[in-house]
């Protein structure tokens, strides 16, 4: 399976505690998006990674929020001391660099479903 | 603040006919578009595409039209199947890169 991966699908967590969903992009593809899907709402842009950097964090939330595409291994979206409020599908997409034709085009998980009690 | 706003939450249309889906944008810095269909537990996965040069762009039974001037873009899918029942996204890139803006999205039910 060549596609977007994410683990894992559903997670329940209680308040407090820590959350962490995992992303492995596509093979060849090294740019990496995590988005959060609130009910009834579009998917709304939290950050933008390359590997080893942080291209544009401007969606992410100021605190309890972080996120890692290391060298090696699956890309990593960090909730610390959830809150009721961060249930959501959270989404991972990638690209591959912008040398293709079709560069806006991204590839989507089929997502983590946090549920924090 | 949101760019890109699709009004219409859910759309029924009999099988057979033609569905109209319906974006509109407010940044007139917006050069590509693209709809994305969505299922149930699933992530969304690209459909079709339009870049602002163009008006329109057809790909089988899809086929996206761009109005620049009103800043309104709109998907036909003709003829409607079952199979198409789904939420679609309209999105654009921001930022200078692919950060994408998504609207709040359409439900399609196309019934038998």
């Known amino acids: 399976n060549a596609g977007v991966m994410q683990n894992p699908r559903h997670l329940v967590r209680r308040r407090g505690q820590e959350a962490r969903l995992r992303c492995s992009p596509m093979?060849?593809?090294?740019?990496v998006y995590w988005y959060r899907q609130l009910p009834e709402e579009g998917l709304k842009f939290m950050v933008y990674l390359q590997k080893e950097n942080i291209i544009d964090e401007s969606g992410m939330p100021k605190e309890r929020f972080s996120a890692e595409f290391p060298k090696e291994g699956p890309s990593i979206l960090r909730i610390q001391q959830v809150v009721r409020g961060d249930s959501a599908a959270y989404f991972c997409?990638?690209?591959?660099?912008?040398?293709?034709?079709?560069?806006?085009?991204?590839?989507f998980g089929p997502g983590t479903r946090l549920t924090v009690l | 603040d949101q760019q890109v706003k699709q009004n219409s939450p859910s759309l029924s249309v009999q099988e057979g006919r033609i569905s109209i889906l319906n974006c509109d944008y407010t940044?007139?810095?917006?050069?590509?578009f693209l709809w994305y269909k969505k299922y149930p537990a699933e992530g969304p996965t690209f459909l079709i595409s339009i870049s602002s040069i163009k008006d329109k762009n057809e790909d089988g039974r899809f086929t996206v039209f761009l109005n620049k001037s009103a800043k309104h873009l709109s998907l036909h899918i003709v003829p409607s199947q079952p199979g198409d029942s789904a939420v679609y996204f309209c999105a654009a890139p921001a930022g200078g890169y692919n950060k994408l803006i998504f609207g709040a999205g359409t439900r399609l039910a196309v019934h038998p």
């Open positions: 940044n007139s810095m917006f050069d590509y």
């Open positions: 093979k060849g593809h090294s740019h």
């Open positions: 997409a990638s690209s591959p660099a912008r040398s293709s034709g079709r560069d806006h085009e991204q590839f």
